[in-house]
């Protein structure tokens, strides 16, 4: 992102890596959306540059929320790295 200084690029990978984990507990069978969020969540505020503003698991299709990992889900986040909002999501069926 040109948006990003070099320091910010390197913070901002917490995206990538939060959506690794949730791609792995998915594969590994968990089907509790909070326990994943809430890795996810734990794992992005490690990051001192990062600040949460959303991190959401909604059905693909309404868009409601969701407690649990069935059919088709949209694992969703925004998080500012420095002032920047960036995005990024996942799609688990």
């Known amino acids: 992102?040109?948006?990003?200084n070099a320091e910010e690029?390197?913070?901002a990978l917490v995206l990538s890596q939060a959506i690794r984990m949730a791609e792995q507990m998915v594969a590994?069978?968990?089907?509790?959306?909070n326990?994943?969020?809430d890795a996810m969540k734990a794992h992005i505020e490690k990051?001192?540059?990062?600040k949460i503003d959303y991190v959401s698991a909604v059905n693909g299709i309404?868009?409601?929320p969701v407690?649990?990992?069935e059919g088709e889900?949209?694992?969703a986040m925004a998080v500012y790295i420095g002032k920047t909002r960036l995005i990024d999501n996942l799609n688990v069926n």
């Open 73 to 75: 889900v949209l694992i």
């Open 9 to 11: 690029r390197q913070g």
């Open 67 to 69: 407690s649990k990992i």
């Open 1 to 4: 992102n040109t948006y990003l």
């Open 28 to 33: 590994d069978g968990e089907k509790d959306a």
């Open 35 to 37: 326990k994943i969020l």
């Open 47 to 50: 990051e001192p540059l990062a």
């Open 62 to 64: 309404t868009m409601a």
